[in-house]
């Protein structure tokens, strides 16, 4: 009988080190039939920047909505990554099972070299991987069973897998810095009040406030060290399409694949998602204004800047991403106009208000 597999792989260090492509040649050479995703931002670069496009195919949406409706179609999903620490691929699949109610996970953890069969009816699965690839086979480990509680009319959530050090983000938002392994969310009437076990970062319980009311059991949460801890040459990508308007991203990267192959420049409001944009636009040759106050956490490191861009350091890139928003881009996600008549008119605009501390060019 021919046994389908869907390997799911999570976060770019997998792509970086080679292992993807050694896990898809293994399974392939065992005559499995193989269905390979990835998802999310960094992943996506990472698959461009291996050349691997053409065996992974990215999810535009989150495992939480194509996981249910691959799960019935396979014999077995894979969930292969090369994580900082084991605790957080452990976590990353515990959360999956848990929540969608899978029943036929294996995880192959490169970094620390084991398979996981989270169910002992994969186990022959699991050890032809690890002896297939030279790795581990371990039984899966052990999470508290309650990670959502409510008290005193407040309520709680626990963020599995953090190591100290750690960034924490919720809802994509850095919320500050991991001081405990044991982070807790706390949540009342709908918003977020506080991260217990973090060092919160300036502004950040606003910035979720500003979202609006949530809900503590879908937030999403992540806890790294940085956001691509491997290396690789970016990829510049050749691109075919007419590049009009300049686009507006505040504290938010993850919508950058959206205009990348179109914009003619993006304005861009915060430290670590200077970094992350200019590092990702650079393959596009897209140049990228930058508003920083100084406060990064350095989420992404030997960054690629693309030429004519700029970093203008403000006393506080809040303020500044809302005068820029409202008065520069009328309150619009893009404007067209063309690059450097924004840049001009940002610049302008903030020096008027004070807010320019010093400018570099690219």
Known sequence: MLMRIAVIFHMPEIFDTGWADKILN??????????????????????????????????????????????SKVNAIIIATHAFSPK??????WHLIRNLNLENVVEVETNSGIVVAWSCKLNDLAKLLSESLGLKFKKPPKFPHQIIWSKDGKKFRRILGVDIGDYVMVNKIIVGEAVSEDVIIVEENGFITDVLGVKLKKNSLSRLAKLGKVSIEKVSVDARRNLRFTYKTPRLIDVQATRRGVFFLNHNAYEVYNFAPKAEGVVVIGDDTTTIVMDILYRFQTPVLGIIDGDS????????????????MVKDDDTAGEKIFKEVFGGENAVLKSFSYVKSEVIKKLSNLNLILNVREF
């Open 88 to 93: 957080k691929s452990h976590a990353n699949c």
């Open 297 to 312: 956490d350095k989420l992404l490191e030997n960054i690629a800047i693309p030429k004519n861009s700029a970093i203008i």
């Open 26 to 71: 293994v399974l392939r050479d065992k005559n499995f039939e193989v269905l390979a995703l990835t998802y999310g931002t960094m992943s996506r670069t990472a698959l461009t920047d291996n050349f691997m496009e053409d065996k992974v195919k990215y999810e535009e949406r989150k495992p939480s909505q194509f996981l249910p409706e691959i799960s």
